[in-house]
């Protein structure tokens, strides 16, 4: 059975700016990113342990075909994953949470 999947508010926010950044750069790329940005969040809603923890219960997963992080942690109690970023590779890391 999946998890439930939330977005917070700073994840939320980089999520669009990513996508209207790269509807921007070219007509569909950001529909592609949300895909992207999508499928992996529900591999994370399949498999939530599966991802290594990275900084205290912080796990992270890259995302294949651009240049992102999803940081999230997981509720067990309520079945609830929180996406705490999608992280770019090129910003100051000190910044991912």
Same mark, same amino acid.
């Given at each position: 059975?999946?998890?439930?999947?939330?977005?917070?508010?700073?994840?939320?926010?980089?999520?669009?700016?990513?996508?209207?950044?790269?509807?921007?750069?070219?007509?569909?790329?950001?529909?592609?990113?949300?895909?992207?940005?999508?499928?992996?969040?529900?591999?994370?809603?399949?498999?939530?342990?599966?991802?290594?923890?990275?900084?205290?219960?912080?796990?992270?997963?890259?995302?294949?075909?651009?240049?992102? @992080?999803? *940081?999230? +942690? &997981?509720?067990?109690?309520? %079945?609830? @994953?929180? *996406?705490? +970023? &999608?992280?770019?590779?090129? %910003?100051?890391?000190?910044?991912?949470?």
């Amino acid at each position: 059975m999946s998890y439930k999947v939330l977005l917070t508010k700073k994840s939320r926010k980089e999520f669009l700016d990513a996508f209207c950044w790269y509807q921007e750069q070219k007509l569909g790329l950001g529909d592609d990113f949300k895909t992207e940005i999508y499928k992996h969040l529900n591999l994370i809603s399949e498999n939530p342990k599966h991802y290594p923890k990275k900084i205290r219960e912080l796990r992270e997963l890259v995302v294949k075909k651009f240049p992102f @992080i999803i *940081i999230y +942690s &997981i509720d067990e109690t309520s %079945r609830i @994953i929180y *996406i705490a +970023s &999608i992280f770019h590779f090129k %910003r100051n890391p000190k910044n991912k949470v």
